[in-house]
């Protein structure tokens, strides 16, 4: 498939033609076989066949599909827990690259050059096509600043209880899973709320990243125990 003209390219083609339909003697310095060439694509473009206007009209549909993902694609990282998370994958080395989302070079580089991320906006971005929340299932196109797959009633809720505390100090609590994602936000919340906490894990490897960030509690800090299937 030929490669599609560039916008200089077209604007030339374009001058030369209303050139033509100005002064249509200007055909005389064209030589008969390129002439004839001429009129017979411009009679194409003019009166395409059937298939050809399917063609096209496919064509503009596809484009305007892609410029709404893309669309929606930006007001979705405009919310700070999905920019944190494509800066996470981009910013960690066991992660392949095929791994890594295909837009996370510019965070990869902002990150390298210990530029801070841009604050959530102010006013929510808004959807082209609407989105089904994670939690009620309800249709939306306004996005949170801060939750990229909840609707707004969902998402401020859920922030609300994102830093919500309670006394828990003389209190042990036991966390199956909480080397990473959920189960270590849960040990770090405990452990801000004042409880003791023991995590369990399967893996030989150590739950290294929770026991850095709990050296600010280093009166309440969180152990680690290994468990092995029977």
């Known amino acids: 498939m030929d490669p599609a003209p560039t916008p200089p390219e077209v604007a030339a083609l374009v001058a030369w033609m209303e050139r ?11 030589p008969f076989e390129l002439r004839q060439r001429l009129l017979t694509a411009c009679g194409y473009i003019v009166d395409p066949d059937e298939v050809e206007r399917r063609r096209l009209r496919r064509a503009f549909r596809k484009k305007e599909r892609r410029r709404e993902r893309e669309r929606d694609r930006r007001a979705l990282e405009q919310s700070e827990l999905r920019r944190t998370r494509i800066e996470g994958k981009a910013d960690g080395a066991p992660l392949p690259k095929h791994a890594l989302p295909a837009h996370a070079t510019a965070a990869a580089a902002q990150i390298a050059a210990h530029v ?16 089904t929340c994670y939690v009620c299932k309800t249709p939306f196109t306004r996005v949170h600043p801060f939750y990229d797959s909840m609707c707004s009633a969902c998402a401020e809720l859920n922030f609300r209880k994102r830093t919500e505390l309670c006394d828990l100090r003389g209190r042990v609590a036991l966390v199956t899973g909480g080397r990473v994602k959920i189960g270590q936000q849960i040990v770090l919340k405990l452990l801000r709320c004042g409880a003791r906490g023991s995590r ?20 309440r800090p969180a152990r680690s125990c290994r468990t092995r299937s029977p």
């Open 20 to 30: 033509l339909a100005r002064d249509r003697a200007a055909l005389s310095e064209v």
């Open 116 to 131: 801070p991320a841009p604050a959530p906006p102010a006013v929510p971005a808004e959807l082209v096509n609407p989105r």
């Open 200 to 219: 369990t894990r399967s893996r030989t490897s150590s739950c290294r990243s929770t026991r850095c960030q709990s050296t600010r509690w280093r009166r």
